[in-house]
């Protein structure tokens, strides 16, 4: 899950959507972007639940675990923020 908010992350970084030439395309495809990101929502709070469960079956690993957790919950935070950011940018030209 890590790596894949890394991945879209990216992506939702890309600068590329002030290119008049292809302004439909690029909103079809941040439509789909965001409703990928919005999918993937449901994976996060399934490893959180997971990782609340384990923490509480497990204590000992809470210092591991708790982290590594609140890293990928700000990190997906992030990308969803980005996201909406970019539709703001891609609304505009259209």
């Known amino acids: 899950m890590g790596e894949w908010v890394q991945e879209k992350s990216m992506t939702a970084q890309d600068e590329t959507y002030r ?3 292809t302004v439909h395309s690029k909103w079809t495809r941040h439509q789909a972007f965001e409703a990928e990101i919005a999918s993937n929502k449901d ?3 399934a ?8 923490n509480r079956e497990k204590p000992e690993f809470a210092q591991y675990i708790s982290p590594k957790v609140s890293e990928l919950a700000q990190n997906f935070d992030y990308l ?3 996201t909406k950011e970019k539709v703001s940018c891609v609304s505009y030209l259209t």
């Open 47 to 54: 490893i959180q639940q997971a990782a609340d469960a384990l």
């Open 80 to 82: 969803e923020k980005n």
């Open 43 to 45: 994976r996060l709070v």
């Open 19 to 21: 290119s008049a030439k």
